[in-house]
Structure formats: structure tokens, C-alpha cells
Nanobody
């Protein structure tokens, strides 16, 4: 079972930047697609971004496209989310997740049902 630990959240002013990290345990990180999701208070968890196991293909939610960048370092078993031009509506608990099947990728990567391991989340607050 892969364990995922997010870090890098915090309080930032609108227009600012943060980089989230997700450290994965185990040797099989490099064969799984990974994703970032977020959940704001009173709202359902939503897709943010996903990345193929090779790192050469990504998907983004329309709300973050052009501002967020997902990346990964398979040698370090780490997933990243670079967040720029942050807005108050980006305030949420951010989760990283591992796709349920190895070497699987496609346009359904936005679905929570495609993921079977989740971290505990890291809080991002965008406010003056």
C-alpha cells in the first residue's frame, strides 16, 4: 500500500504562489498516474490536476489551467503542484492521490473513482 504525505500548504495573499509536495512511500510510484484534488469548506472534493506516470501528459481543471502546474520526480517519489496567481477561491484542503491501476491513463483521470490511495491533505488559504 502506498502512503502519501502532502506538504507545502499555508497562508498566502491573492496573486501569490505556493508549491505543494506529495511524498510517496514504496517503490512503485513511477508506474502510477497521480492526481491533485481539493475540497473547500461546505463543498465537494474536486479535481485539480493529474499527471501520467511518465510525466509527459497532464490534465487540468478549467479553473486552474494556466495558473497551476503539476509535475513529478520519479527518482524522488514526489509529486508537485506549483500554484501561481492564487485567488481566494483556491482556498481548500489539497489532497494528492494515486490512480488505482498501474500504467493507466486517459480522459477519465479527473474522476475520484480512478484513485485508491489518498493523503491526509494540506491546507491552502488565500487571503489578505
Amino acid at each position: 500500500q502506498v502512503q502519501l504525505i502532502e506538504s507545502g500548504g499555508g497562508l498566502v495573499q491573492p496573486g501569490g504562489s505556493l508549491r505543494l509536495s506529495c511524498a510517496a512511500s514504496g517503490r512503485t510510484f513511477s508506474v502510477y498516474a497521480m492526481g491533485w484534488f481539493r475540497q473547500a469548506p461546505g463543498k465537494e472534493r474536486e479535481f485539480v490536476a493529474a499527471i501520467r506516470w511518465t510525466g509527459d501528459s497532464t490534465y487540468y481543471a478549467d479553473s486552474v489551467k494556466g495558473r497551476f502546474t503539476i509535475s513529478r520526480d520519479n527518482a524522488k517519489n514526489t509529486l508537485y503542484l506549483q500554484m501561481n496567481s492564487l485567488k481566494p477561491e483556491d482556498t481548500a484542503l489539497y489532497y494528492c492521490a494515486k490512480m488505482w491501476s498501474t500504467l493507466t491513463w486517459g480522459p477519465t483521470a479527473y474522476r475520484m473513482s480512478e484513485y485508491d490511495s489518498w493523503g491526509q491533505g494540506t491546507q491552502v488559504t488565500v487571503s489578505l
